[in-house]
């Protein structure tokens, strides 16, 4: 079937007749939603939200400093940046600026996009900061001298890495532990590193010696040194595929020793404990549960543990953070949050009490701690309140102390007159009741066009959360907004994701139908009006339902999406994804995706909705290729399809906020002309 697809040009992501032809669409897609007269509106509503001055600029604390990388108006590209906590609590702090990246790109005529830094400790005087080129997963490394705001030369023996999906982290100021690209043999099937090497500042990485290494079939293997005083460790995790992981403990000399935790368990050592949290059951405990062990005690083969959390129906946890000396747990009960401080006691056990008041049908999440601090502040906890009608809180608490502080409080950016958030139960086809989010008018009559959000996918939860450009393009002119918390997500676990695991992945597609239909049997929304948005998996999710449920919508968008699922494992970052989806190359696991493969199951006889599909060029995570190769085909079988693809952004789309609200707008123009009947743009 792949010899026989007329469209496998479209795959050269920058071969001359794609680009040409990428060309040709971007330009009938621009030209047909950039006359509306609302566009121009939506894109600067777009761009004043993106750009606001008065978000909040979260932060992670390094020494004496905290640290922001920050993107306005004036700073497309961005800003890396520094002040201290008793300018942060005031309105207007003073910023230091560490490292300007718009300056950077300027000077080397380089679209280079901030992906990051790895300061060493215990110093912090160094960097190893990421650098992309427009956007992609892969980045080139320079080492930075943070209190000198330049980077070390190579002439100097500065840390140097050309471009690749890099894994590096310092070990001590002259040593690193570096996985990427260095010929044959060093990186896996999925483009990610196979080996890790000790690199020694001043000789040449292809002699360092390989300290670790996975097998080509697995997706990637990392290394880390932990600095901690009395606590120094070399640790390593070579995962085998997307939920099976191992992890060791490196010595200077022997050989890695294997921490003998499940396969699918996520492991991680923190001073004195090994704290496990269980995606199946172990040792009598459930999955779902997170389990600490006196590390030194589990490598001589005890077992005896402490448990932190264990989940029930309707509660699990979401995930976890530390301090020096405490534990927040971040927990979620019917999607809604709860924080949770638990600290060990000196006689055995933990005590727990809550951290913070959070709302119901809200979102509260640990933005940083810095358990890496040798003061006071190794217990400092940040955390955010949200909701999808409120916005963000930035609160900080300290874990052996009483009070909550508020350090900042993001503006209301559209208005919430007569809007309310429900929450509501559809009915999936196995009878499981799948949870979603209503935003909208508290009184409508009739149905109102509605933006319908899933993704579904790689155990990641879909909560509430405040979102200005929502709210502006689309509540604000009468329009309701849902988002389904479907299986294959974690919503509930390690089981609900596993629901829709493989050959189980018809239950996802099943419960975001259900939700449509639930939509309108409430007079939320009828198909004609329903539209529906998702990107990457969740684009995945979009294609589905363009072939398979045709009649339940009105619109669809697909972002940076899969669609080719016989091929998928073929292109670029694909194969670390097998485990989520299955195997094209075992028979019985081809003819399960072939069932629902969007890019195989267009149906020109029964026809789809209106499609916009957008992509990048420079995504190095999902090949533009699917939604090239998807919307060549619509075209041919005349279907509905708009085609728009960013030459930067990488897997996100966009590269800068100028660029992210241009999509923006076009996508809320599509949809709102198509489901409101407004300038409807035509089949």
Same mark, same amino acid.
């Given at each position: 079937?792949?010899?026989?697809?007329?469209?496998?040009?479209?795959e050269?992501?920058?071969?001359?007749?794609?680009?040409? +032809?990428?060309?040709?669409?971007?330009?009938?897609?621009?030209?047909?939603?950039?006359?509306?007269?609302?566009?121009?509106?939506?894109?600067?509503?777009?761009?004043?939200?993106?750009?606001d001055?008065?978000?909040?600029?979260?932060?992670?604390?390094?020494?004496?400093h905290?640290?922001?990388?920050?993107?306005?108006?004036?700073?497309?590209?961005? $800003?890396?940046r520094?002040?201290?906590?008793?300018?942060? #609590?005031?309105?207007?702090?003073?910023?230091?600026?560490?490292?300007?990246?718009?300056?950077?790109?300027?000077?080397?005529?380089?679209?280079?996009?901030?992906?990051?830094?790895?300061? @060493?400790? /215990?110093?912090?005087? *160094?960097?190893?900061v990421?650098?992309?080129?427009?956007?992609?997963?892969?980045?080139? $490394?320079r080492?930075?001298?943070?209190?000198?705001r330049?980077?070390?030369?190579?002439?100097?023996?500065?840390?140097?890495?050309?471009?690749?999906?890099?894994?590096?982290?310092?070990?001590?100021?002259?040593?690193?532990?570096?996985?990427?690209?260095t010929?044959?043999?060093?990186?896996?099937?999925?483009?990610?590193?196979?080996?890790?090497? #000790?690199?020694?500042?001043?000789?040449?990485?292809?002699?360092?010696?390989?300290?670790?290494?996975?097998?080509?079939?697995d997706?990637?293997?990392?290394?880390?040194?932990?600095?901690?005083? =009395?606590?120094?460790?070399?640790l390593?995790?070579?995962? #085998?595929?997307?939920?099976?992981?191992?992890?060791?403990?490196?010595?200077?000399?022997?050989?890695?020793?294997?921490?003998?935790?499940?396969?699918?368990?996520?492991?991680?050592?923190?001073?004195? +404990?090994?704290?496990?949290?269980l995606?199946?059951?172990?040792?009598?405990?459930?999955? =779902?549960?997170?389990?600490?062990?006196?590390?030194?005690?589990?490598?001589?083969?005890?077992?005896?543990?402490?448990?932190?959390?264990?989940?029930?129906?309707?509660?699990?946890?979401?995930?976890?953070?530390?301090? #020096?000396?405490?534990?927040?747990?971040?927990?979620?009960?019917?999607?809604?949050?709860r924080?949770?401080?638990?600290?060990?006691?000196?006689?055995?056990?933990?005590?727990?009490?809550?951290?913070?008041?959070?709302?119901?049908?809200?979102t509260?999440?640990?933005?940083?701690?810095?358990?890496?601090?040798?003061?006071?502040?190794?217990?400092?906890?940040?955390?955010? $309140?949200?909701?999808?009608?409120?916005?963000?809180?930035?609160?900080?608490?300290?874990?052996g102390?009483?009070?909550?502080?508020?350090l900042? @409080?993001?503006?209301?950016?559209?208005?919430?007159?007569?809007?309310?958030?429900?929450?509501?139960f559809?009915i999936?086809?196995?009878?499981?009741?799948?949870?979603?989010?209503?935003?909208?008018?508290? *009184?409508?009559e009739?149905?109102?066009?509605t933006?319908?959000?899933?993704?579904?996918?790689?155990?990641? !939860?879909?909560?509430?959360?405040?979102?200005?450009?929502?709210?502006?393009? +689309?509540?604000?002119?009468?329009?309701?907004?849902?988002?389904?918390?479907?299986?294959?997500?974690?919503e509930?676990?390690?089981?609900?994701?596993?629901?829709?695991?493989?050959?189980?992945?018809? *239950?996802?597609f099943?419960?975001?139908?259900?939700?449509? &239909?639930?939509?309108?049997?409430?007079?939320?929304?009828a198909?004609?009006?329903?539209?529906? !948005?998702?990107?990457?998996? =969740?684009?995945l999710?979009?294609?589905?339902?363009?072939?398979r449920?045709?009649?339940?919508?009105?619109?669809?968008?697909?972002?940076?999406?899969l669609?080719d699922?016989?091929?998928?494992?073929r292109?670029?970052?694909?194969s670390? +994804?097998?485990?989520?989806? =299955?195997?094209?190359?075992?028979?019985?696991?081809?003819?399960?995706?072939? &069932?629902?493969?969007?890019?195989?199951?267009?149906?020109?006889?029964?026809?789809?909705? /209106?499609?916009?599909?957008?992509?990048?060029? *420079?995504?190095?995570?999902?090949?533009?290729?699917?939604?090239?190769?998807?919307?060549?085909?619509?075209?041919?079988?005349?279907?509905?399809?708009?085609?728009?693809?960013?030459?930067?952004?990488?897997?996100?789309?966009?590269?800068?906020?100028?660029?992210?609200?241009f999509?923006?707008?076009?996508t809320?123009?599509?949809?709102?002309?198509?489901?409101?009947?407004?300038?409807?743009?035509?089949?």
């Amino acid at each position: 079937m792949e010899d026989d697809d007329p469209y496998l040009w479209l795959e050269e992501i920058e071969g001359e007749a794609a680009l040409a +032809w990428v060309e040709e669409r971007n330009a009938e897609t621009v030209a047909e939603l950039t006359a509306d007269p609302g566009f121009e509106a939506l894109r600067k509503e777009a761009r004043e939200v993106l750009s606001d001055p008065a978000r909040i600029p979260y932060v992670v604390r390094r020494g004496p400093h905290l640290y922001n990388f920050w993107r306005d108006a004036a700073h497309l590209r961005g $800003v890396w940046r520094r002040t201290t906590l008793a300018e942060y #609590r005031g309105p207007d702090p003073r910023w230091e600026t560490v490292l300007d990246v718009d300056a950077l790109a300027a000077a080397e005529d380089v679209p280079w996009v901030w992906s990051g830094a790895v300061v @060493q400790r /215990p110093g912090r005087k *160094r960097a190893l900061v990421k650098l992309s080129r427009d956007g992609a997963d892969a980045t080139v $490394v320079r080492e930075y001298d943070v209190e000198g705001r330049r980077f070390v030369t190579q002439a100097e023996g500065g840390f140097r890495l050309p471009e690749a999906k890099t894994s590096v982290t310092w070990i001590d100021q002259d040593h690193l532990f570096v996985g990427t690209d260095t010929g044959p043999g060093s990186l896996t099937r999925s483009g990610y590193p196979r080996t890790v090497r #000790r690199w020694r500042r001043g000789t040449p990485l292809a002699e360092s010696p390989v300290v670790f290494e996975g097998r080509v079939e697995d997706v990637s293997v990392h290394a880390w040194h932990d600095p901690t005083p =009395g606590f120094e460790r070399d640790l390593a995790v070579r995962h #085998r595929d997307f939920w099976s992981s191992e992890y060791f403990l490196l010595g200077p000399d022997a050989a890695p020793v294997r921490i003998e935790v499940p396969d699918d368990a996520l492991a991680r050592v923190h001073r004195e +404990w090994l704290l496990v949290r269980l995606r199946s059951p172990w040792l009598e405990r459930p999955a =779902g549960a997170l389990l600490a062990f006196p590390f030194d005690a589990f490598l001589r083969g005890e077992r005896a543990h402490d448990v932190l959390f264990t989940p029930d129906e309707r509660t699990v946890l979401d995930g976890y953070a530390t301090t #020096r000396g405490h534990l927040v747990l971040e927990t979620l009960t019917d999607v809604s949050s709860r924080l949770q401080l638990l600290t060990p006691n000196t006689g055995g056990g933990w005590s727990r009490r809550p951290l913070g008041e959070v709302p119901p049908l809200s979102t509260a999440a640990v933005t940083a701690t810095a358990p890496d601090e040798e003061d006071e502040n190794a217990e400092e906890i940040l955390f955010d $309140v949200s909701g999808y009608l409120q916005p963000a809180t930035l609160c900080r608490a300290m874990a052996g102390a009483s009070g909550v502080e508020t350090l900042k @409080q993001a503006p209301a950016r559209f208005a919430t007159e007569g809007l309310c958030v429900r929450q509501h139960f559809a009915i999936s086809a196995d009878g499981t009741r799948v949870p979603y989010f209503v935003v909208g008018p508290e *009184r409508q009559e009739g149905p109102v066009p509605t933006l319908l959000y899933g993704y579904g996918g790689f155990e990641v !939860s879909l909560t509430p959360s405040y979102s200005a450009v929502t709210g502006r393009t +689309w509540l604000r002119r009468g329009g309701a907004y849902v988002v389904a918390n479907i299986r294959g997500g974690g919503e509930y676990g390690p089981a609900w994701h596993r629901a829709a695991l493989g050959a189980a992945r018809d *239950r996802a597609f099943e419960d975001f139908a259900a939700v449509a &239909r639930d939509l309108a049997a409430r007079g939320v929304t009828a198909p004609e009006r329903l539209g529906i !948005s998702g990107g990457s998996n =969740g684009g995945l999710l979009m294609g589905v339902m363009l072939t398979r449920h045709p009649e339940l919508f009105g619109a669809v968008v697909a972002e940076v999406p899969l669609l080719d699922m016989l091929r998928f494992h073929r292109l670029l970052a694909g194969s670390s +994804w097998i485990a989520e989806y =299955g195997d094209p190359d075992t028979p019985d696991e081809r003819a399960q995706l072939l &069932r629902w493969s969007p890019y195989h199951n267009l149906d020109a006889d029964r026809g789809c909705p /209106p499609l916009l599909l957008t992509t990048s060029t *420079r995504d190095d995570r999902v090949h533009p290729g699917h939604a090239r190769k998807m919307a060549a085909r619509m075209r041919d079988r005349g279907l509905p399809v708009r085609y728009f693809e960013n030459t930067g952004g990488g897997h996100a789309g966009a590269a800068d906020h100028e660029q992210a609200a241009f999509v923006e707008a076009l996508t809320h123009t599509f949809l709102w002309r198509t489901l409101s009947g407004e300038g409807r743009v035509p089949d």
